[in-house]
């Protein structure tokens, strides 16, 4: 077993609407894969399929090396969070806890070890309907590390956190990545996966639109040359110069800049001056992961 | 499904609706109890649609029992709330996704739940059997009931008797309950369809048009406990529930199995 995660032409039709379109992906095993796409993209419903909550109108699918039509053998080692925190109001944190440790047969020292990692030691007694929205999203992941999972899979679990919840997030993440688990996490914060994981896959309207390694994603897109002159009137002869040598460019806030990698950076700044421009400012930037989802999503 | 069964008690032992159901369960209790002991000698109406139990009744062996079989029906109806409200709010409170994701062998949720939900019935009915006891022992000298025939043999026969036949009527209506529960899939209107059709629309049939009483799911569930009436025989109320309640069942099992969880 190579893959955490693994299917193939996975679909599912509600009516006439199609949610998810033979979805064909990968996530390799102990790694941390982010889950991307806009909403209504068919991000929740691929979840729902892997996790046995919603049956698949086709393909098929393994999870931890077993089908998804049985849930039953590889859920005791899933940990998911979907859909934001569900848990009974009326029950304490610990109380929530202990009946999903019940539930599953994990034993119940779990639960104020839990608490403590995520932060709730001391608010485990309180009732759920008193907590913040960050307190219940990390009581949520609290939940999903009951059984000590071989694969965890994050809906949005940064929502609501604050900066420094976020960040917590993040290292619990990485942290569980680096003991070998495999993490497969939805979010709309781009900039944070990209920090955290290795692979991506993006869907946009039910189909994929990108599976594979996030390096591999990012280096396919174009790098950018800005170039700032030091008077504005040359503004326009440096478009002209980057298009005579076959480049792309455009002048955007005061700047130019040039569809090129950065290696093409010294020889537009010899070009420039050979023209007698001086550059004030030459910076070559890589597109971000928000950047090129944006622009694969067309958002 | 044992596993199951003690999640389901962890959340029903929860003190806002275990001890305000055990308060309402006592003090429904206590009221008729009350009711039948106090007006025993008024020579009016002080049972179940007007029935007079004069005080001579009471005094014989089955006057233990009558005030705990009095308010079965309002047990099943405490029993059809609880039921539907514990089967409903996972999914309105979208806990059912975690459920499921801990435990997926639906059949299994729905077997723990279930049984879970039967000791609770149990708790509730016995809560009810000692309360109608004590308030029937301490209003007896009062209704000049002697209670001799209430400790022998056949008097704990029949105990025992009655304690199984309201705990069955107990369960029917939690199951009808949670056949709501299961089939509306949110509390309100799961609990407001049944109470309406048992305490009301039941009612009203049954008092228009006697021949229909046969018939109605909740006077059959309730007849079990009375132990059968004049008109409908406990066998035959037995039955029409049982049928009633394995259909009802069987219906809304294979809907939560095939199901989707969307929310």
Not at chain 1, 132 to 145: C, H, V, Y
Not at chain 2, 119 to 132: P, Y
């Amino acid at each position: 077993m190579t893959s955490a995660i693994s299917v193939t032409d996975l679909t599912k039709v509600y009516g006439e609407r199609s949610a998810l379109s033979h979805a064909t992906f990968e996530v390799p095993l102990g790694t941390v894969c982010g889950f991307v796409g806009p909403n209504g993209s068919g991000k929740t419903t691929t979840i729902r399929m892997l996790l046995g909550l919603i049956t698949p109108t086709g393909g098929t699918g393994t999870v931890l090396g077993e089908s998804i039509s049985h849930p039953e053998r590889y859920l005791p080692q899933v940990g998911a969070m979907i859909e934001g925190p569900a848990f009974y109001p009326g029950l304490s944190g610990a109380e929530n806890l202990k009946v999903l440790a019940s539930l599953g047969g994990f034993p119940k020292e779990r639960v104020a070890t839990l608490l403590e990692k995520v932060g709730l030691a001391d608010r485990g007694g309180s009732k759920y309907k008193t907590y913040s929205l960050g307190m219940k999203q990390r009581l949520g992941i609290a939940a999903a590390l009951l059984p000590n999972p071989k694969l965890l899979v994050l809906d949005e679990p940064t929502n609501g956190l604050d900066p420094s919840g976020i960040q917590e997030v993040r290292n619990l993440i990485k942290d569980l990545a680096s003991e070998g688990t495999s993490v497969f996490v939805s979010s709309h914060l781009l900039s944070e996966l990209e920090m955290i994981a290795e692979s991506l896959v993006m869907l946009r309207e039910g189909k994929v639109l990108f599976a594979g390694r996030t390096q591999d994603l990012l280096a396919a897109q174009l790098a950018t040359l800005v170039a700032e002159p030091e008077f504005s009137v040359d503004l326009n002869k440096l478009v002209d110069i980057a298009i005579r040598h076959g480049r792309e460019a455009s002048v955007e806030e005061g700047t130019v800049h040039i569809v090129a990698d950065a290696e093409w950076g010294a020889t537009f700044n010899r070009l420039a001056f050979n023209a007698g421009i001086t550059l004030s400012a030459l910076t070559a930037t890589q597109a971000t992961l928000e950047e090129t989802f944006f622009e694969m999503t067309g958002e | 499904m044992f596993n199951v069964m003690r999640a389901e008690l962890r959340k029903l032992r929860r003190p806002t609706l275990l001890v305000s159901t055990i308060l309402v369960v006592a003090a429904l209790t206590a009221l008729f109890t009350s009711i039948v002991y106090l007006r025993a000698n008024s020579g009016q109406g002080n049972g179940q649609r007007g029935e007079i139990i004069s005080p001579a009744i009471l005094s014989q062996a089955a006057g233990l029992v009558y005030g705990f079989k009095i308010v079965s029906f309002f047990l099943g109806i405490t029993a059809l709330c609880v039921f539907a409200s514990q089967t409903a709010q996972e999914y309105t409170l979208g806990t059912l996704r975690n459920l499921l994701v801990r435990q997926p062998s639906r059949m299994k949720i729905l077997s723990g739940k279930y049984l879970s939900m039967v000791i609770f019935a149990i708790a509730l009915v016995t809560i009810d059997a000692l309360v109608a006891i004590s308030v029937s022992y301490g209003l007896a000298p009062h209704a000049k009931v002697t209670t001799t025939a209430w400790f022998t043999s056949t008097a704990l026969s029949l105990l025992g008797r009655t304690f199984i036949n309201v705990l069955l009527t107990t369960i029917a209506f939690g199951t009808f309950g949670m056949i709501l529960g299961l089939l509306f899939r949110s509390p309100i209107s799961a609990i407001s369809t049944g109470v309406i059709w048992s305490l009301i629309l039941e009612t009203i049939l049954g008092g228009v048009v006697s021949s229909t009483q046969k018939w109605l799911p909740g006077q059959n569930f309730d007849n079990i406990a009375q132990g059968g009436s004049l008109t409908v025989s406990y066998k035959w109320s037995m039955g029409i529930s049982a049928a009633y309640l394995v259909i009802g069942f069987t219906i809304v099992a294979l809907l939560f199995k095939r199901r989707d969880v969307a929310n």
